[in-house]
Each structure stands twice: as C-alpha cells, then as structure tokens.
C-alpha cells in the first residue's frame, strides 16, 4: 500500500453503517429509477453539496443498472433539509422515482462529513447508510464509495467506481501515457518523453505503471510512478519489448519480446533480467500475454497456425491450444476476466475489427460490436465492464468506449483530436 493510501485510510474513516440493509437484485433488465437531489449543507462549502450527488450520478448512469432522473423534475428545493425518515415520499413517486438518494455535510475543524441515506421509495424507508470523515480533497473519493455501496446493494457486488484507466494518447506526431477516472474525468498526462509510450499496464498496488517507450530511440520496458511521476527504465537491450505485465506479485513481469524474425513470450524479473522463455518460437510471432486471474495459465496471439489466433497455454509454457473459433482469420488482443469465467479478443470481421467474448476454452463466442474498428479490450476489476479503442463515433479516430461484459451500455469516454489507444483498466484500491 502506498502512503498516499495509509494517508486516505487515515483521514476517510471506513463507511459507518446507520441501518440494517437488505441485498435488492432488481430482474428483467429494466434500469432502476433513482433521484440524486443536492445535499444539506449544515455548514460548510455549499459546492460540496452539489459536486457529490452529481458524481454519483454519473458513476450510477455509467454502470447501466439506473436510469438517474433528471434534477429539473425535481419537486422538492434543492438541498433541503429533513431527517431522511421525514421526507415527502409523494413527491417522489410521482416522478417516477423508486429509490431517492439524500445526505448532509456538517463541516469540522479537520474537513467534512457526510452522511449518505439510500431510501426505497415505494416503501418509504431508508434502507442503507453511510457516513465518511474526510476532507475538501476527497470529495469525489467519497462519491465514488458511496456509489460503490448503492452497488452492492442492488446486486450484492460493490462497483469499481474511483478506479482509474491508462492509456497512450497521440499529442502532436507522439504517443504519450495518460491516465483518467474510470467516467473519463480527471485526466492527467503522465509522460511527456516527445516519443512513443506505449501498452501501459497497472502493478497490483495501483501505484506503478510499466509501459514500452521510445525515448532512446529504441523500444524498452520503463515504469512510471503515478503520483510522482518518476520513471524507471527497466530494459536496456536491442529487442523490441511489448505487452508487459505485473504478475501478482509485483516483481516479475511478462512480456513479449521480438529479436530478428522470432517473437517470443517470456517471463522477465523486475530489473528487466530474463527468467524463463516461455515460447520458442522459431520464426512464429507470439505476442499479447495476459495470464488467467490464478496464474495458471497464460492466454496469447500466435501466428503459429498461419494467421494470428487466440492461444491458451499453461504458465510454464506448455500444452498450447487454440480457443478462437470464430469465422475470422485474423484474431488478437485476448484478456482473461477476473472472474476467470471469459476471455475477450478483437476479431477480424464485418468489414472492420470487432471485439468478441467466450468462454475460457473458445466455447459459447459472441460478437460484441459490429460498427467500426474496435481493438485494445480490458477488464474491469470485478469483470463487469470492459474498456477498449473504438472508431464508433469518429471514423478514422480511436477514442475509448465503456460498455457492460454483454455488450450493452456503450458510452464514449475521451475524445481527443489525435486518438486514443490501448486503455488499461487499473485495480480498486481499498
């Protein structure tokens, strides 16, 4: 855990619960119609009242199980305050709203707190609570945990909201790493090497990113800190190293590696020292490595059969076999869930590149797109969601979508006039 992480734990109490909450599973698909008004402000910064409602609003709309109601049909005066048990439920039901989130912010000497009701409408109850010590600086962590709370009591799951997405952006004729809020806010540039910096991929902590850069005019592995952003470069030779990845334990790495006309799988040591060759590939071009979410297994693009397809091999190298069977002879990009129930890979098909779905040995696929390119799929951490590039709603240009494991929800999340590349979804953070 890094220090700015003992120091959040330190200043934001864990959430206090205030009723006795039952887990609601809402069926048939249908979005659930909720209300967000602002908040009572019993003293404080009254823009802290309206800053929380509306990122949980925006976390909620973004996970596809709500429909957020719109202010403006709110009877109620904005930021009134009553003691949730007191509320007019009338003049909630007949906005159609069936649950209705309130609050209030008292100010102290330290910082804030904020007490967080979740009520069910048709019953007229409140049904979950939460408080949170923090201060100014953490507003949007503490939205973001009290709309993880509303998550897990409708499906029994927290969400991921104040996760956190990498990715390379293209500013002028480079490619620099950047990083934003898993709704596409708050983004921060994180290189600025005026080269390539490439497939970005989160450490265990959250705190770290290892990526491939072309800032000494040949590729290699660098790592940058987040919060700092120091790098450290982690290879120094003439192969070309891609694809990397953290394993678990944060001090090893797999990657791909390309010398001459082989491209090889391997497993590297934090200082960029070869640990095993994983793939021997003898003129076969095997890239893209991810491995399973218990480490056994490592599922990877090889050409091996003739056109690029999705492999599955164990994490010692051995028993590969193939797991793309879909019309397309052309398949790449493969990510494991990390629920270990599916794999996502980008497919050649309908005129463009599309993202497909399948169970962990190519069985039950499905197509997930089928208007534009699509290509750079990832996980969310709790298999939810995935994050990938798309040209949907500007042909030519990538910018990153959002959509539900099903297909379902698609929301566009950057919008940069050069293009956007490769996301990779960072770990919750506690």
Same mark, same amino acid.
């Given at each position: ?228 952003? +120091?790098? #450290?470069?982690?290879?120094? &030779? *003439?192969?070309?190293?891609?694809? =990397?990845?953290?394993?678990?334990? /944060?001090?090893? $790495? ?65 028993? +590969?076999? #193939?797991?793309?069977?879909? &019309? *397309?002879?052309?398949?790449?990009? =493969?990510?494991?869930?990390?629920? /270990?129930?599916? $794999? ?87």
């Amino acid at each position: 855990m890094s220090f700015k992480s003992l120091l959040f734990v330190a200043l934001l109490a864990p959430a206090t619960l205030l009723g006795q909450t039952d887990i609601y599973v809402r069926g048939s698909g249908k979005l659930f119609p909720i209300a967000l008004p602002r908040l009572c402000t019993m003293a404080g910064d009254p823009q802290v009242a309206r800053d929380i409602p509306e990122i949980v609003s925006r976390d909620l709309d973004l996970s596809g199980y709500f429909e957020v109601l719109n202010p403006n049909s709110f009877i109620e005066a904005p930021g009134k305050c009553t003691a949730p048990d007191a509320t007019a439920f009338t003049d909630w039901t007949v906005i159609g709203a069936e649950g209705l989130v309130r609050g209030e912010i008292v100010a102290e000497p330290s910082g804030i707190r904020v007490k967080m009701y979740l009520l069910d409408v048709q019953r007229q109850k409140v049904v979950l609570g939460k408080e949170y010590v923090g201060d100014y600086s953490q507003v949007s962590k503490i939205a973001h945990r009290w709309a993880n709370e509303v998550m897990k009591f409708f499906t029994g799951e927290s969400g991921v909201f104040g996760t956190q997405i990498a990715y390379s952006s293209r500013v002028g004729r480079f490619k620099e790493l950047f990083v934003m809020d898993m709704d596409g806010s708050n983004v921060r540039q994180l290189t600025n090497e005026k080269a390539l910096a490439l497939s970005a991929a989160w450490d265990p902590s959250g705190s770290r990113l290892l990526y491939t850069s072309y800032r000494n005019r040949q590729p290699d592995l660098f790592e940058v800190d987040v919060f700092s952003r +120091a790098t #450290r470069q982690v290879t120094k &030779n *003439s192969a070309l190293e891609v694809s =990397p990845k953290y394993r678990k334990d /944060g001090r090893s $790495i797999l990657a791909s590696v390309s010398q001459g006309g082989d491209s090889d799988i391997v497993l590297l040591d934090n200082g960029g020292r070869l640990v095993q060759k994983l793939t021997r590939s003898n003129g076969v071009i095997d890239v893209s490595p991810s491995y399973s979410p218990d480490e056994s297994q490592i599922i990877f693009t090889s050409n091996r059969a003739g056109n690029p397809q999705i492999y599955v091999m164990g994490a010692d190298g051995g028993g +590969a076999h #193939r797991v793309s069977f879909v &019309n *397309s002879n052309y398949c790449t990009d =493969p990510r494991w869930s990390p629920k /270990g129930d599916k $794999i996502v890979f980008v497919c050649r098909a309908d005129a463009g590149f599309n993202l497909f779905i399948a169970n962990p040995d190519g069985s039950s696929p499905m197509q997930l797109t089928s208007s534009g390119d699509n290509e750079d799929p990832d996980w969310s951490p709790d298999g939810r969601y995935l994050v990938f590039a798309t040209t949907f709603w500007s042909r030519g240009t990538f910018h990153l979508a959002l959509m539900r494991a099903d297909g379902s929800g698609m929301k566009e999340l950057t919008k940069s006039r050069g293009g956007d590349f490769e996301p990779s979804w960072g770990p919750l953070i506690p």
